[in-house]
């Protein structure tokens, strides 16, 4: 058994059907790597506490917030704005409101836009940044455009989301480490999924 403080995902992504593959590597108290890195395709459903932060979840919640981040890492916006976002303050609601109608507009087309499908974490100490992995289709093409944003430095403040973006990337692996240690079933996650469709288990 690994505990959770021993545990640190590199990469998660999310496949068809539902199905996740994720790396994780142990870590001594120096942040040094032990033991080989794990590396799973998994066939068991994720917990919905997992996939709430990617796409298939309430738009305006979890994944949300990362949608706001690739939205402003790949400069589709000039402001960044959490409209929706629990983490927003009261200025940065006042200047999503000063956006134009257009301005506003635009940003919930993109966002209507995008899937979020994983996130890759590179770099250690004041280095260390994440990619988000996501699927772009604003014209209604026949298949998404795959793409990644730039690596984004986590112990920086060049956008301003930086702290609740890590706040996020613990919750993400800490859901990952229960998951790879089936702390939450396979039977509670399709229940929940099920329930959520109008079936019955």
């Known amino acids: 058994m690994t ?19 994720y790396k994780a590597i142990k870590l001594d108290s120096d942040d ?38 690739v939205i402003a890492a790949m400069g589709y916006l000039k402001v960044f704005e959490l409209k929706d976002s629990d983490r927003i303050g009261d200025s940065e609601k006042k200047a999503f409101q000063k956006l134009s109608v257009v301005e506003q507009q635009f940003y919930k087309m993109v966002k209507d836009s995008l899937k979020i499908k994983g996130i890759k974490l590179n770099g250690k100490g004041d280095k260390s940044g994440v990619v988000i992995m996501f699927r772009y289709n604003p014209n209604g093409l026949k298949k998404d455009i795959k793409q990644e944003t730039p690596s984004i430095t986590l112990k920086a403040s060049t956008y301003g989301f930086e702290d609740d973006l890590r706040d996020v990337i613990r919750e993400i692996n800490k859901e990952v480490w229960e998951f790879d240690e089936n702390k939450k079933s396979s039977y509670e996650a399709m229940k929940m999924n099920e329930e959520e469709e109008g079936y019955n288990v």
């Open 3 to 21: 505990k959770l403080e021993d545990f640190s995902i590199s990469m998660i992504e999310f496949m068809p059907k539902g199905r996740v593959h």
């Open 32 to 69: 040094r790597s032990i033991g080989e890195e794990v590396d799973k395709k998994s066939e068991r459903f994720p917990h919905p506490d997992l996939t709430k932060y990617f796409d298939g979840a309430d738009a305006e919640k979890a994944d949300g917030f990362l949608k706001d981040v």
